[in-house]
């Protein structure tokens, strides 16, 4: 069973200031994905890594695919309030067509203004 | 565009009892998922389906059932309810492969 392991659990930071969450695995994944989710709603989707050592990149957020697709990381560059909420990473084979995903135990971030 | 829709949003129920969560999805998507999110462990995939008639056992299928009579309804049959089943179920759907999942807001469900 592949398995995913998030790293900080929690953080809590104040707004302007820079930090990374990182996801990783003993297992090699074809692909990565980064969903937020915000209390009540489901997780949505920020961004697929494909390839290893891709990077890529959404306003303020950069993320990086390791070079052996075992790990990634999300950096936020100067955190806002608005980025506040559970970041999971997933990853899994495609059976049939169907992504049989695995999560990561999410990572709860609080930017504090 | 509703996307995925799921009720109940909240539902107690009493050991052995039974229910159905619902899912319904407007988008025409194959693809199906059941998971259950606990407090600190992430999602985990219980069920799902590729298509009307075809499902299969994900990661924690154990007192769970499904069917999908239709491309749009994708129900979660819960027989004899127990407390290990407290936890929040969201239902998922895409279109195909790496297509990325759309999740509904989840069902709160209480075992007491």
């Known amino acids: 069973t592949q398995l995913l392991e998030q790293s900080p659990q929690f953080l809590s930071i104040q707004e302007g200031e820079n930090l990374t969450v990182y996801c990783n695995s003993s297992?090699?994944?074809?692909?990565l994905q980064w969903y937020r989710q915000e209390p009540g709603e489901g997780p949505v989707l920020l961004v697929t890594?494909?390839?290893?050592?891709e990077v890529k990149k959404l306003k303020r957020l950069t993320f990086q695919f390791g070079d052996a697709r075992k790990d990634s990381s999300l950096h936020i560059t100067a955190a806002q309030p608005g980025d506040t909420g559970l970041y999971l990473c997933?990853?899994?084979?495609?059976?049939?067509?169907?992504?049989?995903?695995?999560f990561g135990q999410g990572t709860r971030l609080t930017i504090n203004p | 565009n509703a996307g995925v829709t799921q009720t109940p949003k909240f539902r107690i129920l009493k050991i052995g009892q039974s229910m159905t969560l619902q899912c319904t999805q407007d988008m025409n998507h194959n693809y199906m998922y059941w998971y259950r999110q606990d407090p600190g462990m992430g999602l985990k995939l219980i069920y799902y389906?590729?298509?009307?008639?075809?499902?299969d056992k994900g990661e924690v299928p154990n007192g769970y059932n499904v069917s999908r009579s239709t491309t749009e309804d994708f129900p979660l049959r819960l027989e004899l309810a127990a407390p290990s089943q407290t936890s929040v179920y969201f239902c998922a759907s895409n279109t195909a492969r790496t297509a990325p999942l759309h999740f509904g807001n989840g069902t709160r469900l209480t075992v007491t």
């Open positions: 297992s090699v994944f074809s692909s």
């Open positions: 389906s590729v298509g009307a008639g075809i499902t």
């Open positions: 997933a990853g899994g084979p495609v059976i049939q067509g169907a992504q049989k995903l695995v």
């Open positions: 890594v494909v390839t290893g050592g």
